[in-house]
């Protein structure tokens, strides 16, 4: 079992920053990878960023690419993303989850996680 709680989600000017992170227990974290995910209202949810059990590999949205940045620190359980030059389109509710598997092919998708956190609320002003 792995427990998952996300944090640091709130309410931002469009062009401000934001860090959400999530910090995880129940198993050895540095032997999993992690992705965060996010959905808006009446949207499916997307992919946003992943990274590897080592963090030695991460990956991007096309949407996201150089403003956000996936991070983790596995001395403390947690995994953050740091979020740039937010935009309106990137109000959603954003969740962490944990890949279990071996391998790094399927982090885009969300099938291929096993655990999800309940999600923390980010808001864009115009």
């Known amino acids: 079992q792995v427990q998952l709680v996300e944090s640091g989600g709130g309410l931002v000017q469009a062009g ?17 990878s ?13 992919f946003v960023a992943a990274i590897s059990w080592s963090g030695g590999s991460t990956y991007y ?15 403390k359980n947690t995994v953050y993303l740091q ?3 937010l935009k309106p389109e990137d109000t ?10 071996p391998g790094v092919i ?10 999800w956190g309940q999600g923390t609320q980010v808001t864009v002003s115009s």
């Open 16 to 32: 401000g920053s934001l860090r959400v992170s999530c910090a995880a227990s129940g198993r050895t974290f540095s032997s999993y």
């Open 92 to 101: 959603a509710v954003y969740y962490c989850a944990a890949d279990l598997g």
């Open 61 to 75: 949205a096309d949407s996201v690419m150089v403003r956000f940045t996936i991070s983790r620190d596995n001395a």
């Open 34 to 46: 992690m992705g965060w995910f996010r959905q808006a209202p009446g949207k499916e949810r997307e």
């Open 83 to 85: 979020m740039n030059s």
């Open 106 to 115: 399927g982090l885009r998708y969300s099938d291929s996680y096993d655990y």
